[in-house]
């Protein structure tokens, strides 16, 4: 069988995550500086730690979804993966007073394009959710 | 007023404090374990929303997190697109269901230019400016290349797949291969590589952005060479894929910029991308190269026999008299059910049949339509109850006892070919076992093979009745009949 995901395992995992960044956060910390100390390295391993950690969480939870949730499955981690916003926002809004015009506005036409998907993901998982409902019109 | 101005000093504060820099980062673990959560709400239909809301939140805990930044001051630039991006968002979530494979299609092409655009944005901030060179770390200016190929490579590749689902003409639909193909795409790919390594070699080098536009512009090349071959009866894998690298795209550009909600929401993103795509893949006993370099459905091997087969065809009406004396009825849906947006009329013949006492499951092919769980978004939009949706492996073994099998717009997922003719494309696919059935009802458009080009055993065997029409009309007509005698 397969193994379950329980909500406790979630939270586990996710700390685990948590654990994962610490050092990260400490070398901000410690050089002091906004970007962090990537000389050696080791910063980086961390980072790849979080992403293989994160890639069993994914399979873990999309291995359970019911085979007939799979369309609206789909158009939530679209939305989820349009967290790009993050990146676009940063680009798009860069304080530095020298950033060319070029660039601000590659940043924003990616805030606008991850919005959109943002905005259309989760309207649109949620409006085919709520036509599965079962026999006495229960969703 | 004097609330504004506290929520201003006290934003004032925090910034200068190291305070925000903190909040900021719990805000991003939240999001994380909102978007793990998300997923697991999502195993089951009774919770399916709560995840959408534990998304919802999750994002705003993001982008608010990420806007309070100190490193954010110039707003318009963050707030005009995002005002501009409400009504086309509205406008792709209400799109009617039968467009969902092609909305999903655009929502990657979307993810994916973000990610390029993001990724070159961060380039050439870097490249010009001289203090910000020691920010190219190779090992950074890999991952920003492996983003742009991703984003840029899923940006022309999804609107190429969006175009096939649309049926747009300038598209074929129809597999497009020449001899020489997977040669000429080595090519350019060693191409794009030998590019990407002299960049990272030397970052700031005053060639280095010409070898940048290079690689951007085959990798906009590249996504049209990986999905124009790739026949209409694959998307659901090609989508699949195509959404695991939107995801890692996103994972690239969480290396790129240090940032860790990125990777995760990623990742969740790219794993289920390939869980699905590889659920597709068995579901149609293939390899991911196979669907990738393979061009399914030009090779039809198997010769046409001597025999002239004869299909035998019937009246709807006749077809209604047997169903109705049925106490099992399994439906068999198809893509031919989407294309003839028949859902709203089988939910008719559905609620006919039950008024008869007869038990009506549908069974549900996983790479039935054009997309993942395809077959399930449409019956349900018809209000068909999801109890009654039944996946291949649960009613395979029931087929013995179902008296009529109607198979709607159905054609290689129940063609018993795939058990036994070797020499058969789809030999070795699992499939839903129809022929097993009492009697077989299966309506049919024209006399034209499947998507495969491949001859159905199924509509000649003794049992096999054929009802040729359009799936909707086809579906009315049972009903009519149904209704019919019971009405006086």
New interface residues.
Partial sequence: MRSS?T?AR??G??SA??FA?AP??ASQEATGA???D??T?L??IS?AT??ML??F???G???????????????????????????????????SP???L???I??????????????????????????????GGK? | MNTTFLIASALDDLRSSNMLKYVV?LAY?L???L??????W?????T??K??FA??W??TA??LA??A???????L??L???L???W????????P?TA?PQ??AV??A??G???G??G???F??WY??ANLHA?M?P??VSALLIEIVLGYLTFTGSIIAAGKLQEVKWIPQRPWVYPGQNLVNGIAAIGAVVLAVMIVMNPTAPLAPYYFGGVIVLSLIFGPMLVLPIGGADMPTV??IL?SY??L???A????????????????????????AI?MCKAMNRSFTNVLFGAFGQVQAAAPGGEQKQYKPEAPEDAAQVMAQASLVVIVPGYGMAVAQAQHKVRELYDQLKKRGVTVKFA?H?VAGR????M??LL??A?V???D?V?MDEINPDMGQCDVCLVLGANDVVNPAARHEKTSPIYGMPIIDADKARTVYAVKRSKNPGFAGIDNELYFLDKTRMIFGDAKAVVGELTKALAGPGAH
């Fill in positions: 995901l909500p979630c939270l995992a996710a995550l948590a960044s990260a956060l906004s970007a962090p990537a000389s390295g910063y980086y980072m979080v992403f994160a890639t969480i994914g399979i939870a999309i291995r359970r979804v019911s085979r007939l949730l799979h369309t609206p499955l789909m158009s939530l981690t679209n939305a989820i993966s349009a967290i790009a916003v993050v990146g676009s926002i940063m680009v798009a809004g860069a304080a020298e950033t060319p070029s660039v601000r590659m940043g924003s036409v990616a805030v606008f394009a991850s919005m959109t998907n943002i905005i259309s993901g989760f309207m649109i998982t949620d409006r085919m959710l709520k036509m599965f409902k079962t026999e969703a | 980062e673990v999001a994380m374990a978007f793990i959560f998300s997923l697991h999502m195993s089951d239909p009774k399916a929303r995840g959408v998304g919802v999750g994002m993001a982008i990420t806007w930044k100190g490193e954010v001051t110039q707003h630039w963050v005009a697109p995002i501009l991006s409400i086309p968002g509205m406008k792709l979530a209400n799109v269901i969902v909305r999903t929502s990657h979307f993810g230019l973000a990610a655009l993001v070159t944005a961060e050439f901030h010009l400016d920010e770390t090992f950074r989508i699949a959404n939107a995801g795209s996103a994972v550009m969480g290396f790129v910029l240090d940032n860790k909600l990125l990777i995760i929401a990623g990742a969740l993103d790219g794993s289920s991308g390939l869980i699905l659920i549900i996983p997309m993942p769980g395809h399930n978004v349900a939009e209000e109850p999801y109890t949706l996946e």
